[in-house]
């Protein structure tokens, strides 16, 4: 059974940093993790995405440049380093994977199967 766990999320100034991590309890045939995030009264938006070689990485034009996603296969974790954080990224975090290996990422929050309870991150002066 496939659990994913988040932690890291709190208040934070404009500015500030936060690390999420996402435990995976056991993998998947998927080849890569993904960070999504929701503000209320939106949608669930794509944030990051990394493959569990660290190869290949993905961000979404909101966060490039300040967010940094990374992985330790031996721990089954994945992380989100969250530097220069805007009152915009306030949003329940969460990690999510999918059952099967795809070719490349999705930021398409709909295909996929195992999500985490989800962060909150709050970002407020």
């Known amino acids: 059974h496939v659990q994913l766990t988040e932690s890291g999320g709190g208040m934070v100034q404009p500015g500030g940093s936060l690390r999420l991590s996402c435990v995976v309890s056991?993998?998947?045939?998927?080849?890569?993790m993904t960070w999504f995030r929701q503000a209320p009264g939106t949608e669930r938006e794509f944030v990051a995405a990394?493959?569990?070689?660290?190869?290949?990485?993905d961000y979404a034009d909101a966060v490039n440049g300040r967010f940094t996603v990374s992985e330790d296969p031996y721990r089954n974790t994945v992380y989100l380093q969250m530097n220069d954080l805007t009152p915009e990224d306030t949003a329940v975090y969460y990690c999510?994977?999918?059952?099967?290996?795809?070719?490349?990422?999705?930021?398409?929050?709909?295909?996929?199967?195992?999500w985490g309870q989800g962060t909150q991150v709050t970002v407020a002066s």
């Open positions: 056991a993998q998947t045939d998927s080849n890569y």
């Open positions: 990394i493959t569990w070689n660290s190869a290949l990485t």
């Open positions: 999510a994977t999918r059952q099967s290996w795809a070719m490349k990422f999705s930021r398409d929050y709909r295909e996929y199967d195992y």
